[in-house]
């Protein structure tokens, strides 16, 4: 009976890292970004990209990064291989992230790959943006 409560905590643990983040359509994003004064993130993907792959496995399903994402951010995936970006967005390189308020203005690209501090560093910085420019929608 002792030894049960160990095997516990690899198992929440391990539930813990396996969150991710809910992503909605984009045009449903926007609008909840705008109801609740949140950033929609555009996360331009394809399905052949390591890098893409990567972040999803690991940066993406920090329970941290979940965390952040679930506070003040509505995210949107988007395979670039079968659809096209909103708001006239363009990408040069897969992972790209677009942040957005909720009229669809941009506030940041940022292309690339990030591990877990980088990229909450980057929702920090994305975030005192939106505070500076006036908060809610």
Not at 14 to 19: D, I, R
Not at 35 to 46: D, L, N
Not at 55 to 71: C, F, H, I, N, Q
Not at 106 to 135: T, Y
Request: net charge positive; aromatic share 8%.
């Amino acid at each position: 009976m002792r030894g049960r409560g160990w095997l516990a905590v690899p198992v929440i643990c391990g539930a813990l890292w396996a969150q991710s983040p809910e992503y909605l359509p984009y045009e449903r994003a926007r609008a909840v970004a705008s109801e609740r004064g949140k950033i929609v993130m555009v996360e331009a993907t394809s399905p052949h990209c390591r890098y893409c792959l990567r972040m999803e496995r690991t940066t993406l399903r920090s329970p941290r990064v979940v965390a952040v994402l679930k506070r003040g951010f509505v995210p949107v995936r988007i395979n670039v291989s079968r659809g096209e970006l909103p708001e006239g967005l363009t990408w040069r390189m897969t992972p790209t992230f677009f942040f957005l308020d909720g009229r669809g203005r941009l506030l940041k690209e940022v292309p690339g790959a990030w591990g877990e501090e980088d990229f909450l560093e980057i929702l920090r910085e994305v975030s005192a943006m939106k505070r500076s420019k006036g908060g809610r929608e």
